[in-house]
């Protein structure tokens, strides 16, 4: 019986662990931003999510959570906030909406297939709940943050698309095709490198 408890507690031991280094890892990746070319330069692209799966694929979708849980925590103690917490609540959510679909699905059964399975149903929930949170809470929360009314947004996005006329389509054509985008790349990086790396993760 302490001998089961004893691996049980060594076992919970590693799995805190991989989560304190993968979580480590996301966060220096986050710091590293770039924009897009079809998108304002305030929304910018990071790999942060990269770990964040790779975790997520090894120790499933709770653990997943968690590494992003603790990836916002540390990336605000480092750099603060200007929302009052809001907008890295809102980016906890975006990022589990990524992370989590495509972990339960992969849980399942853990396949080549599911694991693409996983990365599309992950990347359209990224895009469904961001287009959302984006529209409903993080734009107008930024509005009053900055003191600019949301067409300001709206017109800085405008310079780089004409289509984009309102709040609207400023999700439609900026918001989602970067979502999807971040989506694709992330999940490819994901692909490419899991295999090699899931012996270390299960060690």
């Known amino acids: 019986m302490k001998s089961e408890m004893s691996l049980k507690q060594r076992s919970n031991t590693k ?4 989560v304190g ?11 590293l931003e770039f924009p897009l070319w079809f998108a304002p330069n305030f929304y910018e692209l990071d790999f ?12 499933g979708p709770a653990a997943g959570a968690t590494i992003e849980l603790v990836k916002i925590l540390i990336n605000f103690v480092i750099n603060g906030t200007d929302t009052g917490g809001i907008g890295e609540f809102a980016n906890l959510l975006i990022g589990c909406s990524f992370v989590v679909p495509a972990g339960y699905i992969y849980k399942k059964h853990k396949s080549f297939k599911n694991a693409i399975l996983g990365l599309v149903a992950g990347t359209l929930s990224l895009t469904v709940i961001g287009a959302l949170l984006n ?12 003191g600019a009314p949301i067409q300001a947004f709206v017109d800085m996005a405008k ?17 989602v095709p970067f979502n999807l985008f971040k989506g694709i790349v992330v999940s490819a990086m994901v692909m490419l490198i899991y295999k090699k790396l899931s012996p270390i993760l299960h060690r």
């Not at 799995?15 to 991989?18: E, G, M, Q, R, S």
């Not at 310079?159 to 918001?175: G, M, S």
């Open 21 to 31: 280094v993968l979580a480590a890892v996301a966060t220096v990746l986050m710091l």
């Open 135 to 146: 529209y409903y809470l993080l734009l107008p929360v930024y509005s009053k943050v900055y």
């Open 15 to 18: 799995v805190i662990a991989k």
């Open 48 to 59: 942060s999510e990269v770990p964040v799966l790779l975790g997520t694929f090894a120790l």
């Open 159 to 175: 310079a780089i698309n004409p289509a984009i006329t309102d709040l609207k389509t400023f999700i439609l054509y900026a918001v």
